[in-house]
């Protein structure tokens, strides 16, 4: 979900009566983050002129506290071999339903043999390595990442 047409709204839920809230930057900053998970530099210039401050105090604020994040965290990754032998046991059929379940949650990323190749096709989830997967259980570890 992009930020923008989202802050206004997010602005005049802290607004005093009609007055811009300039006080209620961190309280804005914090309702943004948590919807968006970032406060992007678009963001920062469209609240820097509702609240009537500098681009530069608004930016100060959120680059001071660890909580803001400036970009989106990076989307959770599981890595799919699809070397020849997991290519071999069938990897490669599980790979149109795997990015289409994945889509703008989970990175599907390709890796070169896990070491599991008896026993493919394999993927690695963090430090956790999957064997034999399934249609489903490849799903299932999807639906767990996002
Ligand atoms: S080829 Fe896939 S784990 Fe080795």
Excluded: W
């Amino acid at each position: 979900m992009t930020q923008e047409g989202g802050i206004a709204e997010i602005v005049v839920r802290h607004q005093d009566g009609k007055t811009p809230a300039r006080g209620a930057l961190l309280p804005i900053l914090h309702d943004i983050q948590a919807e968006y998970g970032h406060i992007s530099e678009e963001t920062v210039r469209e609240l820097a002129a509702a609240l009537n401050l500098t681009r530069a105090e608004v930016h100060g604020v959120v680059s001071f506290y660890h909580d803001f994040n400036s970009k989106p965290a990076p989307l959770p990754a599981i890595k799919l071999c699809r070397a020849e032998a997991c290519k071999a046991r069938g990897v490669e059929a599980l790979v149109p339903d795997a990015e289409r379940a994945a889509a703008g949650r989970v990175k599907i990323e390709t890796v070169y043999c896990l070491g599991l190749c008896s026993v493919g096709p394999s993927a690695m989830v963090g430090s956790d390595v999957h064997a034999a997967l399934t249609p489903e259980k490849l799903n299932a570890l999807i639906e767990e990442a996002a």
